[in-house]
C-alpha cells in the first residue's frame, strides 16, 4: 500500500472560519509533510516532520498551524486565512532520510479556496 | 539563485521522439535526487530515483552528474501519454528530509 490519503479533497472557507485539513499513511514512513502550490508553480514545501517532531518550518506564517498526532496522522489546522491562501495543499511521506529508499509519496491534495 | 533550477519548456514533440530534460541544484551536500510527474490538477507521482550510477527504467533513463551538480532524464518513444509536467526533486538538507523542488518542465507529445 503506497497510498497517503487527505480530506477533504475540496474546502471552501471564510477569512474566520477555522478548518483542519488531514492526511493519512500505513507505510511506516516517519517523514511527513506539507507542501502548497499554486497553480501553474511547484509544490513549496511548509513543514516536515521527523519522528513526529517538527523538523522544519520555512517560515510558514502562524495561521498555518500543522499538528502529528500520530504516526500515521499529520494535520494542518487553518484560521484566518487569507484569500491569497487559497492553493493545492500536499500531503506526503517518506522513509527517514539516511535509509535507502528516501522517496516521497504524495496525497491526492486539498484544493482550499478561500472566500 | 533557486535551489533547483529547470527549463519550465514547454517542449513540443511528436509521438516517438526522444527527449532530454536537465536540472541542476545549488547545494553540493544534497543526497539524493528524483524525477516526479505531474499531471494537470493532479499530485506529484514518483517517475524513478536518480542514481550516481545512473539508472534505466523502461524509456525513461536518469543521470546523475554530482561534479556539475547536474541531473537528466530521458524518454525515448515518446508517447501521447507522457504528456505531463517533470518535476526534478533534491533532498537539499544533510540529516533532514528537505525534499525542494525545481519548476517543473512541460511536456508536450503531439501525434
Known amino acids: 500500500d503506497t497510498e497517503v490519503t487527505q480530506t477533504p479533497k475540496h474546502l471552501v472557507m471564510g477569512m474566520t472560519n477555522k478548518k483542519s485539513l488531514k492526511c493519512e499513511q500505513h507505510m511506516g514512513h516517519r517523514a511527513m509533510y506539507w507542501y502548497k502550490q499554486k497553480a501553474k508553480k511547484p509544490p513549496e514545501l511548509m513543514f516536515v516532520y521527523s519522528y513526529e517532531k517538527l523538523s522544519i518550518n520555512e517560515s510558514v506564517p502562524s495561521r498555518f498551524s500543522p499538528e502529528c498526532p500520530n504516526s500515521s496522522l499529520l494535520n494542518l489546522h487553518l484560521h484566518a486565512l487569507q484569500p491569497e491562501d487559497s492553493a493545492l495543499y500536499l500531503c506526503?511521506?517518506?522513509?527517514?532520510?539516511?535509509?535507502?529508499?528516501?522517496?516521497?509519496?504524495f496525497g491526492q491534495g486539498t484544493r482550499l479556496t478561500v472566500v | 539563485r533557486k535551489e533547483v533550477e529547470q527549463d519550465p519548456g514547454p517542449f513540443n514533440v511528436p509521438e516517438g521522439a526522444t527527449v532530454a530534460f536537465n536540472c541542476t541544484y545549488s547545494?553540493?551536500?544534497?543526497?539524493?535526487f528524483f524525477w516526479y510527474r505531474q499531471d494537470c490538477r493532479k499530485e506529484p507521482k514518483l517517475l524513478m530515483s536518480?542514481?550516481?550510477s545512473g539508472n534505466e527504467d523502461g524509456r525513461f533513463t536518469a543521470q546523475l552528474n554530482r561534479a556539475s551538480q547536474y541531473i537528466s532524464l530521458l524518454i525515448r518513444d515518446s508517447k501521447l501519454s507522457d504528456s505531463a509536467t517533470y518535476l526534478c526533486v533534491v533532498n537539499s538538507q544533510t540529516g533532514f528530509q528537505k525534499l525542494v523542488f525545481g519548476t517543473g518542465t512541460r511536456l508536450l507529445v503531439s501525434p
Open positions: 536518480v542514481y550516481s
Open positions: 506526503a511521506s517518506s522513509p527517514l532520510w539516511g535509509t535507502e529508499n528516501t522517496e516521497a509519496f
Open positions: 547545494n553540493s551536500a544534497s543526497q539524493s
